[in-house]
């Protein structure tokens, strides 16, 4: 399925997003991978956090053109 499906299945009002380079509290190198780590007001429970997160990496120029149109 793709993101976009996936969206239109559960409704924008069902989506919220959070930019990580708002919400990035550091990063470092390892080993040629990058570890970031952030904050984020979702609360956690046993079953983990209340709403399901999921990293989606959007080419910045693109998302640029698109939000200046």
Known sequence: ???SELILAIGDENVEFQNLDHCMDGFRMNHGKTLISFGTGQ???L???TKLG????LDRDAVK???AR
């Open 1 to 3: 399925m793709k993101m």
């Open 54 to 57: 999921i990293i989606l990496w």
């Open 43 to 45: 609360s956690v429970n």
């Open 47 to 49: 079953d983990g956090t």
């Open 65 to 67: 053109a698109a939000v």
